[in-house]
């Protein structure tokens, strides 16, 4: 079974920076596009960032273009999101996930709490 689990989140002041991390599990990791999701209680869960299997091509949702980076390292089976100049906005549970595979298939795991404020 695919197993997905989301780490690094955390409370941070607006405008600094976090690191999150998504450990992949009985799942190719190499051969699949992975993506970060958010999730604000009460709204639709948001597409934030993609990478192709082997990290050639991203892709960003409009709000956080320039100050979200995704990468992976396929060794690890790990999926990387580096958000610098966070917004209080951002505050969201993030999700990592596999976008090009059926919805009935993905396995959303717990997520990771990122809350930005004063």
């Known amino acids: 079974q695919v197993q997905l689990v989301e780490s690094g989140g955390g409370l941070v002041q607006p405008g600094g920076s976090l690191r999150l991390s998504c450990a992949a599990s009985?799942?190719?990791?190499?051969?699949?596009?992975m993506a970060w999701y958010r999730q604000v209680p009460g709204k639709e869960r948001e597409l934030v960032a993609t990478?192709?299997?082997?990290?050639?091509?991203?892709t960003y949702a409009d709000s956080v273009k320039g100050r979200f980076t995704i990468s992976r390292d396929n060794a690890k089976k790990t999926v990387y999101l580096d958000m610098n100049s966070l917004k209080p906005e951002d505050t969201a549970v993030y999700y990592c996930?596999?976008?090009?595979?059926?919805?009935?298939?993905?396995?959303w795991g717990q997520g990771t709490q990122v809350t930005v404020s004063s």
């Open positions: 009985g799942v190719t990791f190499d051969e699949y596009t």
């Open positions: 996930e596999r976008p090009l595979v059926w919805s009935h298939l993905k396995m």
């Open positions: 990478i192709t299997a082997t990290g050639g091509s991203t």
